[in-house]
């Protein structure tokens, strides 16, 4: 098994951009991943688009 990588991504305002760097992740070869979305106090839809990914996803 190959070792995990942790990314994380922090975000403030960032609803134009957050589901495409998500998905960027997400499309990685790796296997074995865990991703950690960090929403910074977000005023837009940042948080809500963080929830609405995958059920795995650790969303601060």
Known sequence: MSDLVSVIITAYNAEKFIAEAIESVLNQ????LE????NDGSR???????KST????TVL
Not at 29 to 32: D, E, I, K, L
Not at 35 to 38: A, F, G, N, R
């Open 29 to 32: 070869t790796h296997q074995n």
């Open 35 to 38: 991703l950690i979305l960090v």
């Open 44 to 50: 837009d839809a940042t948080l809500e688009i963080m």
């Open 54 to 57: 995958r059920p795995w996803i």
